[in-house]
């Protein structure tokens, strides 16, 4: 499944998450504004894959520049990765693929082929994510014994990544390798990106999945209704706590009481080396409004406030353990959480 981005004649292609799985539409972005909104809409969601679309973002912005006045400049770059970096503020990709992208940029900014360059860089990013994540799936499939029933919030499937995904990549490679598995997908309110997202990937590969309403953790947990659980992250700090998807706290706490293994799969540009705790995390809040409508129909009364938080942080105490392209992550989680950037 990696056919939801691709870049074609210096346009970048993505597959419309709002639409799926009903419908499969692609939506042609050709400059840096088009990017900015595919991320802000959620046209395009999941951290690694922000990451990925914003530093194609950056070279469409750069292509931009270029066309209309011959020379992109370190001011002009700036702009263009202030429009990106504003997009959505939880997901850590999102700076360290600008990061990335601003250091090509400084090593070739006089080169005559720098948009080439800067286009390259784009693709090696995208392409080093999808084998991060094979990797980090081999990992953590070691993990998952055969007839486990895993529970999953949120997608960290291949449509949130570069492709196979994090906490679906250690599913798909523990599926592939013989290991009869179950999974538990939480509809994830209010975007669904369980019910329509990670129940879709999973469904066409035939990997046995059953859908829950996210209120009903707490009875499975206590029933051995579970019997791992596995998420993705958007930011993981140095001491471990890990922001993901609104609800992830939820779901470690009822792990967490119930002695349930509860697994973070993440590459280590998710991770986070300036920030010492899950308190410096930004959290992003979202328009009510996405709480009142499913698919555009009103759930409730038309003017009663509603709030979104779009993530949470889980504190590192809740988590059993990491699973990264660089291997399997213990306690303690400070200690070897560093050792990834050294
Ligand atoms: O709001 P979203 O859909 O971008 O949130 C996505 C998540 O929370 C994922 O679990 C996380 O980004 C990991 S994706 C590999």
Not at 204 to 226: A, W
Not at 277 to 284: A, D, F, H, M, R
Not at 308 to 319: K, Q
Request: proline residues 4%; glycine residues 8%; contains cysteine.
């Amino acid at each position: 499944m990696t056919d939801h981005i691709y870049w074609k004649d210096g346009s970048l292609n993505v597959l419309d998450q709002r639409e799926l799985p009903f419908k499969k539409v692609y939506i042609r972005c050709k400059g840096l504004v088009d990017v900015a909104k595919a991320i802000t809409n959620m046209t395009v969601r999941g951290a690694p894959l922000i990451g990925i679309v914003a530093a194609y973002g950056v070279a469409l912005g750069i292509g931009e520049v270029v066309k209309s006045k011959g020379h992109c400049s370190q001011p002009d770059l700036d702009r263009i990765c202030k429009r990106l970096q504003g997009t959505r503020p939880t997901a850590v990709n999102l700076a360290w693929a600008l990061e990335r992208m601003k250091d090509a940029f400084k090593k070739n900014v006089d080169e005559s082929n720098v948009l080439e360059v800067i286009t390259e860089e784009a693709i090696s990013i995208h392409v080093k994510d999808i084998e991060n994540n094979r990797m980090l799936s081999l990992y953590g499939a070691e993990l998952i014994d055969d007839g486990d029933t895993i529970l999953t919030h949120c997608n960290a499937g291949a449509l949130a990544t570069g492709g196979y995904g994090t906490a679906l990549g250690v599913i798909r490679a523990a599926h592939e390798s013989g290991k009869r598995i179950k999974v538990l997908a939480t509809e994830t309110r209010p975007y669904m990106q369980g019910a329509r997202l990670t129940v879709w990937e999973l469904s066409q590969e035939g990997i046995p999945v059953e859908l829950i309403p996210d209120n009903h953790v707490g009875l499975l947990s206590s029933n051995k209704g579970i019997s791992k659980v596995i998420v993705g992250a958007d930011r993981i700090a140095l001491n471990g706590d890990t922001a993901n998807k609104i609800g992830t706290y939820m779901i470690a706490l009822c792990a967490h009481q119930f002695r349930i293994p509860f697994y973070v799969a993440a590459p280590v540009s998710t991770f986070d080396n300036h920030i010492e705790s899950g308190v410096y995390i930004p959290i992003e809040e979202r328009d009510g409004k996405e709480v009142k409508y499913l698919q555009g129909k009103l759930l409730t009364v038309k003017d009663v406030k509603a709030r979104y938080y779009s993530f949470d942080v889980t504190p590192a105490r809740f988590i059993t353990n990491f699973i990264t392209e660089k291997g399997i992550i213990e306690r303690p989680f400070r200690k070897y959480i560093k050792m990834l950037f050294s």
